[in-house]
């Protein structure tokens, strides 16, 4: 999901909201890993930590973020945490922020599937070594 060539959403995109659902989640592992793919795929270090940091706040509203940023942030705290209220009005949410529904697709699909590996990371209590943090060659 986060790394097929032929997604239309940049993979620091995907990478924000999977770090985002992670941090939901309070899952330590997930968050340092795909925190760190996002600051690697910002570009701009100073300014992807202060994202970072936004987004450990739950500060999805920040004006480091552009308004399809905000928009997906937002569509991520909820499906994330309150699945159940999710309705139509949220899809039109994100196509009035200017987001295609192939770009919805992939987010949804990484906030989704971050969402079962927080979990499933947390439950079998998976914890940070000596690994690498973050995915090489991303």
């Given at each position: 999901?986060l ?13 924000m ?9 309070d ?11 996002f ?16 987004m450990?706040?739950?500060d ?28 139509e ?14 770009e919805?697709?992939?987010a949804?699909q990484?906030?989704a599937?971050?969402?079962?590996w ?7 209590g998976i914890?940070?070594?000596d ?7 991303i």
């Amino acid at each position: 999901t986060l790394h097929d060539k032929r997604n239309s959403l940049p993979k620091s995109v995907l990478e924000m909201v999977s770090t985002q659902v992670a941090i939901l989640a309070d899952c330590h592992y997930a968050t340092q890993n795909h925190g760190r793919n996002f600051i690697v795929l910002c570009g701009d270090d100073e300014v992807a930590k202060e994202r970072f940091q936004a987004m450990l706040r739950h500060d999805w509203e920040n004006s480091l973020f552009d308004l399809r940023e905000q928009a997906l942030l937002k569509h991520g705290e909820k499906l994330a945490l309150r699945p159940d209220l999710m309705r139509e009005t949220d899809i039109v949410r994100l196509r009035d922020a200017g987001l295609k529904d192939v770009e919805i697709l992939e987010a949804t699909q990484a906030m989704a599937g971050f969402a079962f590996w927080s979990r499933y990371i947390n439950g079998l209590g998976i914890k940070l070594a000596d690994e690498q943090i973050g995915r090489e060659g991303i």
